[in-house]
């Protein structure tokens, strides 16, 4: 399976600031899915990006997939304590739908 | 809609010993299932492909032959350890696929 690069990988800031994490790789996936892992669950599902250069908005959360589907970013803004979790991308091959996880970003928002 | 279960949650067993872990997708049918491991502090692994009607398929470096899979229905695919070892001890995440993956709560299985 593919390597996705994800970055930061642990991400600390104040309630009301941005913050943008990023998911990078040398493969080009069919789609790439964002998640949100809380301590003891399962990810849930966040947003799934498919096409080069989309752009998807969810209330505070923006995501993009690049137009040569090989990396993405999701930009918070004005993140809340609700936001704090596990962050993880994932990119889904073409053949198999085996999705490829990155090393996820831990991501704490301060009250 | 998209709901998937997994029993038990949580478990406790000897060394030597053989654990199940279910997976169930409770409003939709799955012919892929998927089964992954996380250590803490790391991110998830692919196990293994759970096909309805056909044998797993498994990662590289994946023994089949102690983490049995077997995915009875269009509903439901199970994981057994077999002679479980404290090494064994993790999160087993199981996840179903209609479009998009969905991912059951977990389980953690921790070896004596």
């Known amino acids: 399976t593919q390597l996705l690069e994800q970055s930061p990988q642990f991400l600390s800031i104040q309630e009301g600031e941005n913050l943008t994490v990023y998911c990078n790789s040398s493969s080009v996936f069919s789609s790439l899915q964002w998640y949100r892992q809380e301590p003891g669950e399962g990810p849930v599902l966040l947003v799934t990006v498919v096409t080069g250069g989309e752009v998807k908005k969810l209330k505070r959360l923006t995501f993009q997939f690049g137009d040569a589907r090989k990396d993405s970013s999701l930009h918070i803004t004005a993140a809340q304590p609700g936001d704090t979790g596990l962050y993880l991308c994932a990119g889904e091959g073409s053949n198999d739908y085996k999705l490829s996880f990155g090393a996820g970003t831990t991501v704490t928002v301060r009250a | 809609g998209a709901v998937v279960s997994q029993h038990p949650s949580r478990v406790i067993c000897k060394s030597g010993t053989s654990v199940k872990i279910e997976c169930r997708s409770l409003?939709?049918?799955?012919?892929?299932m998927f089964w992954y491991r996380q250590f803490p502090k790391q991110s998830l692994m692919l196990m293994a492909t759970?096909?309805?009607?056909?044998?797993?398929?498994?990662e590289q470096g994946v023994e089949k032959d102690k983490f049995l899979i077997n995915h009875a229905s269009l509903t439901l695919s199970t994981l057994t350890v077999t002679s479980a070892h404290p090494e064994d001890s993790s999160f087993y995440i199981c996840s179903a696929r209609v479009n998009e993956q969905f991912f059951g709560p977990g389980t953690r299985l921790t070896v004596l």
């Open positions: 759970s096909n309805e009607g056909s044998k797993a398929t498994y």
């Open positions: 409003d939709f049918q799955a012919t892929t």
